[in-house]
């Protein structure tokens, strides 16, 4: 990492007693008693294909390389506790210097990672001729609470979604909230069964936790929560505000299912203070239908990143 | 991750009971008891700044991206426990498909985290129109052990490096072999006071390392050990191979401290089976001198990297 780089970090990002060894030396060392497992991911965004740096505010750039890695702690239940980034940096960005563009996108990222708790525990900076990259590894820990996987759905369970879907290109795949509340408390509470988040669009997400679940889904199409976005982008698409909700990517909400009693208290209450909507029932057999098995087959169709 | 390649390496990792949840999900879920501490490092490699496409081997190219990390986590004296590594591909790499490009890269890496017990426990893989670039994540435990910083050296220490420098660019900075035993060792045995790799140059970094024990070293020039690839650079350079030593970069050998005792001892029997050679002394003061303070200035020159 450049030293002008380190030096501006360091004396930006507050310090953590929980990170015992970090910018400066071969690697980050983080303190990890009383945990004892280890969640990791990691998540790679480029310019071009999931943003476009010259038309973008690179702090929102940054904030989302890390929130795309905190949403996936969120569909395993975990706590956040710290990333590391790596930046590959333009050595001719579009607006100002290379320095300038790393700094923007990590002042994008020091307040999402302040609110989720989330130490900035290290990362390497490279610049090149090619365009800008940021690889982001996020880790956390489950502790006591089972993780969130995709394979425990049972016939029976209702499907559910956080928040709104849809339209996600309108600006919110950029500003969403990871839901990294709510998939604690799903599994702090044991109220999931199966979980994930959407990134690649609701029907291509269910279809992949379906098949780890080895189970068919029967969606209820309008109950489905279209965002205003989805509302939005309709206008100007052609399609409707539905298919824009079952298909569109990077909507970031969590996908899970629950016992038909959990799901019940969850639509009533919400969780962590975010709607919670049943969207459909799991049974046996395979495929995603709309109105019951045998009728309309939906085809698991998303935004298949690159 | 593309179905096909999540396919070829769910075939092809060796099942390791400490990863719990690999593949498949939304992140990796490694058991981390009886661990109190995670150490992390992350470093990225890009075509055209540390390997070129067109003329290397991509198992090399793969390897080699692992190899870097794992000399950070040696340099750190820790166990090396699993890494993540995110892929952004060329959607037209100059030999065969991406699909290949991926999977050549994930053949250099396995062979080399089944010698060091790492586990590939997940990845993000992307596909752009820009070159290549891999971004692995390593992480490993000290445990008991204290890790191994820059910042502990005392005055009268010995300055020690194993394995012999120079000549990277020949071929030993993909081919080399990590000093994950001998940094492990030196921390279990607590036998050096500081130490780091060499990523950028001997001098370079011994900068570093100085400047974090804030103390100044008198280097033995010929005691420095010159490899075999440094002389044979040597001859068409009009360098010397001490100057080669010196400076190049990528030796990703260990620079390290210890007592005048300690180090008697690692010299004559070398560590985890590699040669150590004392190549000067720390005392107070600042900065790099040949022979005594006063007398000959070295300059931390180095190569540095983008």
Known sequence: MEPELIQHLRSTL??????????GDDAALLDWRDRDDLVVTTDLISDQVDFLLVEVDPRRIGR?????NLSDLAAMGAESIAVVVSLLLPRNPPHGTTLQLATQLYEGMIPLAEQFDCIIAGGD???WNGPLAISVTAFGACGEAPPLVRSGAKPGDLLLVTGQLGGSILG????????????RKLSLDRLATAAMDISDGLLLDLSRLLKESDLAAILDLPAIPTSAAAAQLADTTGKTPLEHALADGEDFELLFTASPETAARLVAEGIAGTAVTAI????????IWADHVGGRRLQPQGFLHA
Not at 64 to 68: G, R
């Open 172 to 183: 919110s795949h950029f500003d969403f909230t990871p839901r990294v509340h709510e998939g």
């Open 14 to 23: 507050v310090g953590n007693p929980r990170l015992r060894i970090g910018l």
């Open 125 to 127: 900076t490279n610049s």
């Open 280 to 287: 459909g029932t799991l049974v046996a057999g395979e495929g």
């Open 64 to 68: 989302k390389s890390l929130a795309i």
